[in-house]
């Protein structure tokens, strides 16, 4: 099982970054994918995710009316797309996915993780 994240960058605040997440090796139609970040001296956090028809999708309270889960299933891809992008938005960002539902997802404990790509926000 492959999780590939990218799409990262430098971006200034208020900008924007789709990132994406391809996947392979996995029933990727049938899982739940998530993205959670991890900033410089801080614990992994849950960022958003998204069922596996697409039809349900949490955000964090941090990321809502910001940040979009979406997925295509014919493509094996997650993508994230984050608009008025803050500071305190900084992180490696880390694609996820489980197959067994949301709450590993959500809980942080999801069978699949992706290597992380880094997003960088100037003020």
């Known amino acids: 099982v492959q999780l590939q994240a990218f799409g990262g960058g430098l971006v200034q605040a208020g900008g924007s970054l789709r990132l994406s997440c391809a996947v392979s090796?996995?029933?990727?139609?049938?899982?739940?994918m998530g993205w959670f970040r991890q900033a410089p001296g801080k614990e992994r956090e849950f960022v958003t995710a998204i069922s596996w028809s697409g039809g349900t999708r949490d955000y964090a309270d941090s990321v809502k009316g910001r940040f979009t889960i979406s997925r295509d299933n014919a493509k094996n891809t997650v993508f994230l797309q984050m608009n008025s992008l803050k500071p305190e938005d900084m992180a490696v960002y880390y694609c996820?996915?489980?197959?067994?539902?949301?709450?590993?997802?959500?809980?942080?404990?999801?069978?699949?993780w992706g290597k992380g790509t880094l997003v960088t926000v100037s003020s």
């Open positions: 996820a996915a489980d197959i067994r539902g949301p709450e590993p997802i959500q809980s942080g404990k999801a069978d699949y």
């Open positions: 090796g996995m029933p990727f139609s049938r899982s739940t």
